[in-house]
């Protein structure tokens, strides 16, 4: 056998070695998390709440290249479906997948109302509006005390079921967060292959070129508005179940800047990106808890160190979710 045979066949052994140790520590990591704590299990879920959030807005800024500062106000969208239709304050209390599908609806809506006024805009001026956008949906459920409770919040919701099974305790919502994270991130990865992701990534990288070449960029741009804010209603539905309690402090300027620097630093256009990247920004402050005056320090270090060495982001965009694929079953 020849030396240039040699290598070949190195390659894939050498490629495959990375894919495989991922797989099996995420398994692993799976498979244990239900035998800890109540107090690290609700630490995962908000993890896995996070992901799923990051996933969402992943689609608008990593596919789609749109600078989307106001997502938290989908998650509002749904934690507030959830808080109006499964509680006393309007004395409603539908079951828990159809508001599940209500919020779903409604956050499409909302997203796609966003998406039409800005569908010109770039950039900073993108950004600007859609912060401002965020900021008014914030202030609005602080203000319509009479509907949303105000600064008071939402509280006493219903406890969540599905088809009569109960779900209330910190287990529960970590394996129905685990099975909606892997459902919503194997659709979105499959969207990105299609013809409409393949119409985001031309107008992430040239909007003129891309309508240039017949590309409704007005209907790929709403597309991705409207699955994006689909998504983070979805998070904001479970959030709310499993706290039982829905108020404004939760959907702040920081929580969008948050879910921003999640896909920044974990890797723009990545699934696998974004669970790098919200293991660092939520699990590292909880590790550090005993060192909280200095733990934000540390973590912005920590953060401008990674943007330096890894502007590209933890997770190139290149080792996605197929290179795993392919790396465990060798297709």
């Known amino acids: 056998m020849s030396s240039t045979d040699t290598t070949m066949q190195s390659i894939p052994r050498t490629g495959r070695l990375v894919p495989i140790v991922v797989f099996i520590v995420a398994i692993a990591l799976i498979a244990l998390t239900p035998f800890l704590g109540n107090y690290y299990i609700r630490v995962v879920n908000g993890l896995l709440i996070y992901i799923l959030l990051g996933i969402g807005l992943n689609i608008v ?3 789609a290249g749109l600078l989307d500062l106001g997502f938290v106000a989908f998650y509002a969208v749904g934690a507030y479906t959830y808080g109006l239709l499964a509680s006393a304050q309007l004395g409603i209390h539908l079951p828990f997948l159809l508001i599940v599908l209500i919020a779903a609806l409604l956050g499409m809506l909302v997203g796609i109302l966003l998406g039409v006024p800005v569908l ?3 950039g900073d001026y993108l950004a600007i509006v859609t912060l401002g956008f965020g900021e008014i949906i914030r202030i609005l459920v602080n203000n319509v005390d009479w509907l949303t409770g105000g ?3 939402i509280a006493r919701l219903d406890k969540a079921s599905i088809f009569g099974i109960e779900i209330a305790r910190p287990v529960d919502f970590y ?3 685990l099975v909606t994270v892997f459902i919503v991130a194997t659709i979105v990865w499959r969207m990105e292959k299609s013809i409409l992701g393949k119409a985001w ?16 960029t007005t209907n790929a741009k709403l597309a ?9 209603s979805i998070a904001g539905v ?9 108020s404004p402090e939760s959907f702040s300027l920081q929580e969008s800047v948050l879910i921003v620097l999640m896909i920044v630093i974990g890797g723009i256009g990545n699934i696998l990106g974004i669970i790098a990247g919200a293991a660092i920004l939520i699990l590292l402050p909880e590790v ?29 965009r290149s080792f996605g979710p197929e290179r795993l694929i392919r790396g465990l079953f060798g297709k």
């Open 175 to 177: 394996w129905l967060l």
């Open 61 to 63: 800024i990593g596919y």
């Open 238 to 246: 479970i959030f709310a179940a499993s706290q039982r309690f829905v």
């Open 120 to 122: 010109k805009l770039r």
């Open 224 to 232: 991705a508005f409207a699955t994006s804010a689909t998504i983070g």
């Open 201 to 216: 990534a031309a107008i992430r990288e040239d909007q003129d070129a891309a309508r240039g070449i017949g590309i409704n």
């Open 288 to 316: 550090l808890r005993e060192f909280a005056e200095w733990r934000i320090l540390f973590l912005g270090l920590l953060m401008i160190a990674l943007i330096i060495l890894r502007p590209a982001g933890i997770v190139p």
């Open 151 to 153: 600064p008071k919040g």
